[in-house]
């Protein structure tokens, strides 16, 4: 054998060895990776709040989530992504919920995006607003009935919120964006009032 075909035997020998080795750690590292990976996403999930996650309903669920059992009253923020007034006050509801959840206060985004946005534009707006309200998207052909049935005042402008008793009757609401101190004098006497009954 010639001194060039033994060279060229051993380089070709050397380059299947350095592949198998390659190959050897790329499988080890995969198989590891599952078992890492869930012990540091373990570990993370428990010091970081999870971002709401949107879920469709239809009309006559969102008439559901509106109803009161007597125990709660409830703050509800009807919204969507694309509206600038909307994402300018998020931040605001945000820190209103933390504030007046453990006080008894439940609040519910609903979101008027498009359905095609229910996991691309939606929960990307909600993990940068560190949202944990539970949200929805109201998922009808037209709008304006399940509009109606909440207030026949209100022609669908976005931002609206609403606030009801534990009885189920609004005390407070407002179109366009929300003046964060008007809606906290709301909630307060509305959560003073329940207390003294």
Avoid at 119 to 142: G, I, Q, S
Wanted: charged fraction near 25%; aromatic fraction near 8%.
């Amino acid at each position: 054998m010639s001194l060039l075909k033994t060279r060229t035997a051993k380089a070709k020998l050397v380059r299947l060895v350095v592949a198998g080795v390659v190959v050897c750690l790329t499988f080890s590292a995969a198989a590891q990776s599952p078992t890492a990976s869930k012990g540091r996403t373990a570990r993370v999930n428990h010091t970081v709040k999870r971002a709401a996650a949107a879920r469709p309903i239809n009309a006559e669920e969102l008439q559901g989530l509106l109803k009161r059992d007597g125990n709660h009253p409830l703050l509800v923020n009807y919204w969507a992504t694309w509206c600038d007034p909307c994402r300018d006050e998020f931040p605001d509801l945000v820190k209103i919920d933390e504030q007046y959840r453990a006080k008894g206060l439940d609040f519910i985004a609903i979101s008027l995006d498009d359905l095609a946005d229910i996991n691309t534009a939606v929960p990307k707006f909600l993990r940068e607003m560190k949202a944990t309200m539970p949200v929805y998207l109201l998922n009808v052909a037209d709008p304006e009935p399940a509009i109606n049935s909440v207030d026949r005042e209100w022609g669908g402008a976005l931002p609206a919120t609403f606030l009801y008793s534990n009885k189920g009757e609004v005390v407070y609401k407002h179109f366009g964006r929300i003046k964060a101190d008007e809606l906290r004098a709301a909630i307060e006497k509305l959560l003073g009032s329940r207390q003294e009954q």
